[in-house]
Nanobody, 114 residues
């Protein structure tokens, strides 16, 4: 089992920045890629950014150049630095771990006001 706990969400004005963090515990050696997803009201959950154990990253086109995902394998954490935030970034953000099975955090709310 893997447990994921997110932190760092909140309310920010458009153009501002937020940093999300996710701490993994449990059978962390089994984790391959980690990622951040988001789900806005009335929309499907979508991939925001993903990072492999080796550090390979990929981003959704909508966040390229604004968001940066990073990972500390020793501390079993993954972070998402979000800059130049837009109202359309408003969503619940979920941490995801790709292991023997999929694991999800409980989600953290990000609200970007215009």
């Amino acid at each position: 089992q893997v447990q994921l706990v997110e932190s760092g969400g909140g309310l920010v004005q458009a153009g501002g920045s937020l940093r999300l963090s996710c701490a993994a515990s449990g059978i962390t050696f089994s984790i391959n890629a980690m990622a951040w997803y988001r789900q806005a009201p009335g929309k499907q959950r979508e991939l925001v950014a993903r990072i492999t154990r080796g550090g390979r990253v990929n981003y959704a086109d909508s966040v390229k150049g604004r968001f940066t995902i990073s990972r500390d394998n020793a501390k079993n954490t993954v972070s998402l630095q979000m800059s130049s935030l837009k109202p359309e970034d408003t969503a619940v953000y979920y941490c995801h771990a790709d292991s023997i099975q999929d694991y999800w955090g409980q989600g953290t709310q990000v609200i970007v006001s215009s």
